[in-house]
């Protein structure tokens, strides 16, 4: 355990019964902000107010802004290439001002974390206001936000904020490098965007003014749409081409509101068709959530993408993680990132329509992680990823089958780095991701923590596995849990010291390896003994072929490994004669296969 996250508990801020602390704090603020977009252009104009409460117990002297887009300046510190496209001057701070004084903001430069110094220091429980007037260019190619098209722009991180302010690192400092993402507090927001007459504008939260915005026949679509399990289709290609769907004046000013809620995101176009449906999220209260989809009418799947995301917030409602969906809506915008926010996901289209529904079910359950968790994805992004590549293979069982799920798996997500012995491989998952790069970050915040959680899944058995993440879930939702929390939350919930398997997956340098040492057949049963070569305590079945050419398999959770890691002998019942016996670890892919069959002589 690092040294600040022993203060952390030593401060009473955490629990090692893995609760929040008698003194856990954490900030919050209210943002109100009013952007104005006018395409072609790409200068997008934005004005906000900020309440910002301060619930620690320290003095604050100073404040942390992210001014995220700063990543796009030219010499910014990014961890891949950027082409001519993707660069633009940054954000653009023509007024601050703190309580009452009007400040020079000071150029971040290539910064996208920047420490200000405030005019009257915060106490606690106390609060500051304050505004910004800014400006920044949208970049002509898109990632995680830009311009989609010359009339359709993705907005995400388009405001400054207050970086977050915790009891373990104190102010988050890092800087964005366009690899690893992004941790936020929980704020209350209310938006309005101001774009010209024949936009749609969707976003984070429920729209307040749809009567306002919509001519009377689509804010009545948009309305019916929230009540139903049909597909409603709110806005058709004919509609926006005809130029009848939004109010007719020069400007409209979309108005939307989401409380308690880590970040904001929106899209605007004037030509991207508007499909929607509503899906039971809570069965015991009967709360249903909008299900929409922005997107251009040439893209086939998108036609299917809200049925696809009627699924994803039902399954996940009601299967794993099996905490309802806990806000009223999500937007899927057809885009290019593949890239998850609250309550809305921008994905690229496919010519595969189980690939898509993939990727639209992954960067869905990112609401549970990290949205609705408050993760730290900055340094842990293990504990939002790997918990949603988990989730992933879960629901592609469900909709592919359990042999195509594990096929895709493995492909995706766990064969690059079973067969690559590289040192960058293995590093320890815990290894906080804000200093890694490449395989070594993609590894451990994706497959290796997925089979991770999946293996503990089976080492819990399903019961105690739901009951324990549930507990979790509970105690930490809305707030900002560390790695800590979550392993000693889950010994708490379920009733087991399960640090001997936290350290073998996330604190090691461990793989998957079994060998056979050696089988012993009697006419009763048969023992096989495994060696644990790489490591990873994980499942793996066994399979015994008979001499009349049958075979039974018989399939072994972590548990075997529990009193030994390094040797486990398994018994098994047989009465056939024993021909051959060989190891299979599905998504537990074995790095070297050569040592896992014996045969009889």
């Not at 252009?41 to 107010?49: K, L, Q, V, Y």
């Not at 699924?311 to 969906?325: E, M, R």
Request: charge should be negative; include cysteine.
């Amino acid at each position: 355990m690092p040294r600040n996250i022993k203060k952390a508990y030593q401060k009473g801020t955490r629990s090692m019964d893995g609760k929040p602390g008698k003194n856990y704090w954490q900030n919050f603020a209210r943002y109100s902000i009013n952007i104005t977009v006018n395409p072609p252009s790409r200068t997008i104009r934005g004005t906000e107010e900020i309440t910002y409460i301060n619930n620690s117990p320290d003095t604050l002297k100073t404040l942390v802004f992210k001014l995220i887009l700063n990543s796009h300046k030219p010499g910014a510190v990014r961890q891949g290439p950027a082409s001519a496209d993707y660069m633009t001057s940054g954000i653009h701070i023509d007024k601050y001002t703190d309580g009452t004084s009007t400040r020079q903001f000071p150029d971040a430069g290539t910064l996208t974390a920047q420490r200000m110094q405030l005019t009257k220091a915060v106490v606690p429980h106390d609060s500051v206001k304050l505004t910004f007037d800014w400006h920044y260019d949208v970049s002509v190619e898109s990632g995680r936000e830009g311009a989609l098209d010359s009339t359709t722009f993705f907005l995400a991180y388009f405001y400054p904020r207050v970086a977050v302010l915790d009891d373990y690192y104190g102010w988050d400092m890092t800087q964005f490098t366009e690899a690893q993402e992004f941790y936020n507090d929980f704020n209350d927001y209310t938006l309005t965007v101001n774009v010209p007459k024949d936009y749609i504008v969707w976003a984070t939260g429920e729209l307040q003014n749809a009567n306002e915005v919509l001519q009377p026949v689509y804010a009545k679509r948009l309305n019916e749409s929230m009540q139903t399990d049909s597909l409603v289709h709110v806005a058709t290609m004919a509609e926006l081409m005809a130029k009848n769907v939004t109010v007719q004046q020069p400007v409209n000013a979309w108005k939307w509101k989401a409380s308690y809620v880590p970040d904001m995101a929106l899209c605007i176009s004037n030509h991207y068709v508007w499909d929607a449906s509503s899906v039971v999220v809570d069965k015991k209260t009967n709360r249903r959530s909008s299900v929409q989809a922005a997107f251009l009418d040439t893209a086939k799947d998108f036609h299917q993408m809200v049925g696809f995301g009627r699924h994803a917030l039902d399954w996940f409602s009601n299967n794993l993680p099996g905490i309802p969906y806990p806000y009223p809506k999500t937007t899927i915008v057809q885009g290019f990132a593949d890239m998850e926010y609250p309550m809305m996901v921008n994905d690229a289209t496919t010519q595969d329509l189980n690939f898509s529904r993939f990727v639209a079910e992954h960067e869905i359950a990112h609401t549970w992680f990290p949205f609705y968790m408050g993760i730290n994805e900055t340094r842990y992004g293990f504990m939002d990823e790997g918990w949603v590549t988990a989730f992933e293979y879960l629901i592609s069982q469900a909709d592919l089958g359990t042999k195509q799920a594990t096929e895709n798996f493995q492909q995706f997500r766990v064969a690059y780095w079973s067969k690559d012995p590289s040192a960058e491989e293995d590093l320890p998952i815990i290894t906080p991701a804000n200093v890694l790069s490449g395989a070594a970050m993609g590894n451990n915040e994706y497959g290796k923590a997925a089979i991770g959680y999946l293996a503990l899944k089976e080492l819990l058995g399903d019961e105690l596995f739901r009951k324990s993440l549930h507990e979790f879930m509970n105690r930490w939702h809305g707030k900002h849990p560390t790695p800590w929390d979550m392993f000693y939350s889950f010994n708490s919930a379920s009733g087991k010291n399960l640090n001997w398997f936290w350290n073998n997956w996330f604190f090691s340098n461990n793989y998957i390896d079994f060998a056979i040492q050696k089988v012993v057949p009697t006419a009763a049963q048969t023992a096989i003994t495994i060696q644990n070569i790489g490591g990873y305590v994980a499942p793996v079945d066994v399979v015994i072929t008979f001499a009349d050419g049958t075979s039974e398999t018989f399939h072994q959770t972590p548990a075997i490994w529990q009193a030994n890691q390094k040797q486990a002998t398994v018994k098994v019942p047989t009465k056939k004669k024993v021909r051959s016996v060989s190891l299979q670890g599905g998504i537990y892919m074995d790095a070297d296969e050569s040592n896992n069959s014996w045969t009889a002589r």
